[in-house]
Every structure is written in C-alpha cells, then in structure tokens.
C-alpha cells in the first residue's frame, strides 16, 4: 500500500466512474475504477482534477472513504459556491471520466496491523477519512477497540446512515456515537449541541488508555477537540489531526 506524500513523485492518473451512491441531500459518493492505481491507507486523500473544452482546469482534494483492496471511492460534499463539487454531485454520470493523483498523506493515516484501541472524531464530512479507517478494521476481521464519534449538524447531513446504524449494532468492539448540533431526528434522548468538555468527556475512553486518536472536520471544530482532550489528559502526540477550510470543496 502506497504512503507517499510527495507530490513531486505522483502523476496524474485515469478514472472511470462506475457508481454513483447519494449519502445525504447534498453529499455523494463516486465510486471509481482505477487501473493503475498502486493501494492506498486509511486516512489518505487524492487531488482530483477537472478540465474544460478551452483548457481551464481547477483541482481539488478529497479523502479516500473505501478500504484498501476494494474500489476506489470518495464522498464529495456539494458546497453552494463551489467550482469544482457541483460537478461531482450534480452533473457527473456513471461512465464519465475523471483525472486523480494520488494517494497522498502519509501523517494522518492508520495501519490496521498497529493493535493499539483507537478513537475516531469527526465533524461534519470530516468523517470520510474515519469511515475509512472503519471499513479497513471491518475488511481485515480487525478485533482493535475502535470508537466513532461524529458531530453533525441534523439528520439530513449525516453520512453513511444505514451503513453506520449497522456497524453499531455489531458487538465486534466498534462503538458508534452521533452527536447533532442543530436538531436531533425524531425520539432523540442525548443532548444536543456543540461537542463541548462534558459531552467528550462521556463519549471517550479515559484518557489513561491513551488511544491513538485520529480527529478530522473544518478547522475550529478540530482545534476544539483536540484541546479538550488535552485537557482531558490525551498527551498532544497521540493525537493527529486533518482540518479543512470553507473554500475546500
């Protein structure tokens, strides 16, 4: 499985799409067949690069949600203003190319052979790396403790829904915890709002297992979290992070 993070060292490679799965009214994923691809890991992204009839070209990256071994794919959040995810989650078909580099990141990345408990907070899409560090621990019969927690805004922005409700339901040591920050569905007894001190507090593991801890979403929620398990005692070093901004679509 590939690791580089050197750009410089990648090329751009032909895609072909071969399925398109929407994951919430604005977010869908792109299944992709890469023949050149060389492997990837859980946590990796990939530049992808779109080119019009005069020659104009804009690019941008997107995390890697499948596990190593199976099709390639990514989920793509449509940003209003956006001028690269419209395309992608509106106009892109099944048969239709697409240009990729990649994979690329080699610090937030997690190798299912590592035997260490692992904690997953996400916010947002920020999620799509996390589901596929947790699809890797599924396709590898991983027995790891592993814990998700993802922050979203409602119902309607969540991501992976069924695919997450069954995870949850297995009693393989993968706990799964939702936390909606605007409104919660219908029959939703835990607290809702921002993931504050108390709220992480009782969705996480003491900070004495020290858990490798991975912590991925827009910019102040990952600064958020990763001070307030600091101050829970996480030490700062067991802990990596991948943030993204508004023009990041």
Same mark, same amino acid.
């Given at each position: 499985m590939a690791g580089t993070?050197?750009?410089?060292?990648?090329?751009?490679? %032909?895609?072909?799409?071969?399925?398109?799965?929407?994951?919430? @009214?604005? %977010?869908?994923?792109?299944?992709?067949?890469? @023949?050149?691809?060389p492997g990837h890991l859980p946590g990796q992204h990939v530049d992808v690069r779109l080119t019009a009839e005069d020659g104009?070209?804009?690019?941008?990256?997107?995390?890697?949600? =499948?596990?190593?071994? =199976?099709?390639?794919e990514l989920t793509v959040?449509?940003?209003?203003?956006?001028?690269? =995810?419209?395309?992608?989650?509106?106009?892109?078909?099944?048969?239709?190319?697409?240009e990729l580099r990649g994979p690329i990141g080699g610090w937030f990345v997690w190798r299912p052979e590592a035997q260490e408990p692992v904690l997953l907070i996400g916010g947002g899409s920020g999620v799509v790396p996390l589901m596929a560090m947790v699809r890797t621990r599924r396709a590898n019969g991983g027995a790891v403790p592993m814990r998700l927690v993802y922050s979203t805004r409602e119902p309607d922005t969540l991501l992976y829904r069924d695919e997450l409700a069954r995870l949850g339901e297995r009693d393989d040591g993968l706990r799964v915890d939702l936390v909606y920050t605007r409104r919660a569905p219908q029959g939703w007894t835990?607290?809702?709002?921002?993931?504050?001190?108390?709220?992480?507090?009782?969705?996480? @593991?003491? %900070?004495?297992?020290?858990?490798? =801890?991975?912590?991925?979403?827009?910019?102040?929620?990952?600064?958020?979290? %990763?001070?307030?398990?600091?101050?829970?005692?996480?030490?700062?070093?067991?802990i990596k992070t991948e943030r993204f901004g508004p023009t990041g679509n």
């Open positions: 993070t050197v750009l410089g060292r990648l090329t751009w490679r %032909a895609a072909q799409v071969v399925g398109l799965r929407d994951e919430s @009214p604005t %977010a869908r994923t792109l299944v992709l067949d890469v @023949p050149s691809w104009y070209s804009a690019q941008r990256s997107y995390s890697i949600a =499948s596990a190593p071994g =199976s099709r390639l959040q449509r940003l209003a203003d956006g001028e690269v =995810s419209p395309y992608l989650t509106e106009e892109l078909h099944e048969g239709d190319p697409l835990d607290p809702v709002g921002r993931l504050g001190a108390a709220r992480l507090a009782a969705l996480t @593991p003491r %900070a004495g297992d020290q858990p490798a =801890s991975f912590v991925c979403g827009p910019t102040g929620f990952v600064e958020s979290v %990763a001070n307030l398990l600091i101050d829970q005692g996480y030490r700062p070093e067991r």
